[in-house]
């Protein structure tokens, strides 16, 4: 299969892919390799798929010196341009969407970033799988479950209201795809 793999970089994500290129898939790797996490764990996660650091760049696709059967990209999944670009193109079975922006506190300080990595960049997903007749879309179940048996626990603290807005933003953003995406007509 040729499989569309964002987060490619993140700790999930590579072992992920390791796993899918074992088995024989061809997979495109894609990742925005922010700051958030050390990016020097990030390189050296994708040194293991075979790209070196130094062929990274934006938008440059980078064939892995180790899998035949694997290229990366550095993208932001909130690039609409460049997704449109990278589905029409990329001929993909299935896409594993690992890529978002993590943080509860990263949300609460930088709201604009947070939505458009997470909101946007998901929308920017669904609409690529949408117009290129991908049926097969894994990604991950929402922390909200984690942090639902956590809430009476953490109440008393200086962020539990916000930590409960992120959550409850969270959940009312997936409420919303999912009803769009899995119950309207295309």
Known sequence: MNILLTGSAGFIGSYVSRCLLDRGDTVVGLDNINSYYDINLKYG??????VNREAIDWYKFVQSDTFANFRFIRMNLEDRQAMKMLFA???????????????????IENPYAYVESNVDGFLNIL???RHSGIFSLAAPKSHKHKHKSALHETRSTAHSLESDLHILFKTYIQICLHIHYIHEPH
């Open 127 to 129: 609409e690529g799988c």
């Open 45 to 50: 996660r994708l040194r293991t798929l075979g």
């Open 89 to 107: 193109n990329g001929h993909f079975d299935v896409v594993v969407n690992l890529g978002a922006q993590a943080g509860v506190r990263y949300s």
